[in-house]
């Protein structure tokens, strides 16, 4: 087993716990560039891993109030649909096509999270957690609109956590913040539910591949380390001012889209 296995998932871990996304873009890499997976078998892994992870680092952020549970509940439900297509697609589109597309995706991500912490507060990156409703749902006079966002949002998300065997929270925490007015830090906490909701569904789809081809010794040393990294992330996550973690976010997902962009352009050409 490799001696870079521990380190690796506890970096992942850390980046799911403190900011509801990442970890799982990193995972995939990890496996396959520096434990020497083949990238079906990654996909596949990874799921276990980030959707282990994610639920067992949900625990912190529960306790501390950082997740609202009937709107994750419903934001993972929504997405199963998707997540169940991504994965039935993921063989019939060229690699490079898509994640060229998926790259310029994380880039307008990043800014807009990024113009959003430089603007300030008044969006919900600062808000007063106290007054806001963790667990039900906010009472409003029409909620079509919110729905549809929810639902629009969902399904993406859904979709590419299915397609590439990522968990989505780096394009489920905007998506939370940005349509559905989350604050930062609460947005992180119910990422997590639904990226477990959303790897489960998407490992159903691919039932046929979890067997003997995996390395379960691997996965299980991974997963724990993960574990470990994203209950610390957890703690981190309740004292770094929700603008910092914004700001932390875009920053990572901006890096990820600029290495995704240079590894698969190329092959466009």
Excluded at 77 to 103: D, I, K, N, Q, R
Aim: proline share 6%; with cysteine; glycine share 14%.
């Amino acid at each position: 087993m490799s001696p870079l296995l521990i380190p690796l998932g506890l970096v992942i871990g850390l980046a799911l716990g403190a900011l509801g996304g990442g970890g799982s873009m990193l995972t995939i890499p990890a496996l396959v560039y520096v434990l020497g997976l083949e990238p079906g078998t990654a996909t596949t892994s990874s799921l276990l891993i980030v959707g282990a992870t994610s639920l067992i680092g949900l625990a912190p952020h529960l306790r501390a109030g950082r997740v609202r549970v009937a709107q994750g509940l419903m934001f993972g439900a929504h997405g199963t649909a998707g997540s169940y297509a991504g994965s039935l697609l993921s063989s019939h589109v060229a690699p490079a096509v898509l994640l060229t597309a998926f790259a310029g995706l994380m880039l307008v991500v990043a800014t807009v999270m990024l113009v959003r912490s430089v603007r300030g507060p008044g969006s919900g990156e600062g808000a007063d957690l106290s007054r806001e409703p963790i667990v039900t749902l906010r009472p409003v006079t029409c909620a079509c609109p919110r729905l549809a966002k929810l639902l629009v949002a969902a399904t993406a998300v859904g979709l590419l956590t299915g397609f590439f065997g990522v968990g989505g929270g780096f394009l489920l925490v905007p998506a939370l913040v940005l349509a559905l007015s989350f604050p930062m830090p609460v947005a992180v906490g119910t990422s997590l539910l639904v990226i477990a909701i959303n790897s489960a569904t998407a490992l159903l789809s691919r039932v046929s591949t979890i067997g003997t081809d995996l390395d379960w010794p691997l996965i299980a040393g991974f997963t724990a380390a993960a574990v470990v990294g994203s209950l610390v992330g957890g703690k981190v996550a309740a004292r770094i001012p929700a603008k910092v973690l914004s700001r932390t976010f875009a920053g990572l997902v901006l890096a990820v889209a600029v290495y995704t962009a240079a590894n698969s352009v190329p092959a466009l050409l």
